[in-house]
Nanobody, 130 residues
Framework: EVQLVESGGGLAQAGGSLRLSCAASGFTFDDYAIGWFRQDPGKEREGVACIRSSDGNTYYADSAKGRFTISSDRTKSTVYLQMNNLKPEDTAVYYC???????????????????????WGKGTLVTVSS
């Protein structure tokens, strides 16, 4: 059974930092790309950052560039999202998701088109106060 379990959400002040973790199981970690997505009530789900651990390719949304870093630990089948210089507009439920990436060219669309992802976690809430 495929499982993606997020952790690390919580309350942070503007300018602060949080690190989210996504523990993956039930599939071959290197065969998949994993991304972080977020959704605020009333808004569309948006991709934040994606990574394919097998080759280290990454993608960042403009909102994440320079502030967030996605990384992975292949020994733990875990993907992290380090979020620095948080802003109130980063407040959202953050989800991790996985897509079968296989032996294909890395696709930014995995992050921009959230509906192509195959598996989803339940999400973790991030609240940033001003």
């Amino acid at each position: 059974e495929v499982q993606l379990v997020e952790s690390g959400g919580g309350l942070a002040q503007a300018g602060g930092s949080l690190r989210l973790s996504c523990a993956a199981s039930g599939f071959t970690f290197d065969d998949y790309a994993i991304g972080w997505f977020r959704q605020d009530p009333g808004k569309e789900r948006e991709g934040v950052a994606c990574i394919r651990s097998s080759d280290g390719n990454t993608y960042y949304a403009d909102s994440a560039k320079g502030r967030f870093t996605i990384s992975s630990d292949r020994t733990k089948s875990t993907v992290y999202l380090q979020m620095n210089n948080l802003k109130p507009e980063d407040t959202a439920v953050y989800y991790c998701a996985a897509v079968d990436a296989g032996p294909v060219e890395f696709g930014a669309y995995w992050c921009t088109d959230w509906y192509v992802m195959d598996h989803w976690g339940k999400g973790t809430l991030v609240t940033v106060s001003s």
